[in-house]
């Protein structure tokens, strides 16, 4: 597909007012997209986990207003009206008022709530612009009630991208893949789709304990990381790398080879966090607490035989991933070793999920 094909040529229906809703998860990224061209369209292929338990609920209520100059919209979290957030949120409409023509013709209500804690330093971006996106592609919907569910996901995943580059993985689960790629059939750099081969039973219920290391701002948004890739002296050799590591992940997923999942996915983490610290200006994003996880999870695996293992995002937080089969000793381990590194003691439990759900309003 082209991006011309998201751009619609005409709407069967005409609508006036009303509330639509969704519930949209995040996602974790195994294989990691860090590096982007214009556009959101990512330097290499990532494929990630829907989570079940960390997600955004967003209700658009919509009216049709006098004129069609400029958009109106006003931004809601937990009830509370965030002119900061409503930036973000112009520059993201801007992005997409080719693609979902009717943005100038409604004044929007988003009201929206996070089921983590807010600046946990779990990023909302990816399930907060997927939630969005749903919500414009259930108007579009209205709009156009012919269209098919498979063009609805795919074009909310395009629209999510454009608000955020993650956020194209959390329309669907449980296994996304985003970014061309030679190895997954139908991967596009435009929007994510389902992984289309077979996944062994051991990575079917796969859990995710994130712990909330350090909750506090993120010291480089993402868009000055994804930037800092460009003329990054080991930037090609890193694109080239995701590649192959999609088709090795390929094989792992089939086989169900836990060991070899383990090391593919912490190689990953760390690749992505010794690309900030070698790029230029360099960061740390790690802080000590983190590596005082990494070495205790890698020390009760040696210890125990059992599949622990990590992955990180860009921030200080570690996510301990485990098939659910290990859940209780693991459980354990993280409260009896681990809470104590994590601020205030917190710890989110999570899973795979199948990604997003429709609210019902009533309108
Ligand atoms: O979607 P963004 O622009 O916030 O980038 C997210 C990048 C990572 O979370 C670090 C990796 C990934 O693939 O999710």
Redesign the pocket.
Known sequence: MTEQQFIPQTYSNDIFNGSVAWESPS???L????G?KQD?IPENP?I?FTLNNCKTTTVLTYAKKENAEDFDFKVFLDGEHKPDFEPKIETFFKRIEVYVPFLKLFQFKIETTNTFPHSSGI?S??SGMSALALCLMSIEKELQPEMTSEFFNKKASFLARLG????C?SIEGDLIVWGENETVQGSSDLFGVKYPYEVHDNFKHYQDTILLVDKGEKQVS??V??NLMHGHPFAKQRFMQAHENLSTLKTILKSGDLDAFISLVESEALT?HAMMMTSMPYFILMKPNTLEVINKIWAFRKRTGLHIGFTL??GANVHILYPKEEKDAILDFIKTDLKGHCQNGQFICDEIGFGAKQLIINN
């Open positions: 996602n974790i990224a294989i990691k997209y860090w982007k959101q990532s990630s990023a971006s990816a955020s580059g993650s956020a993985r993402s868009t990381g994804h992505l995002d860009a």
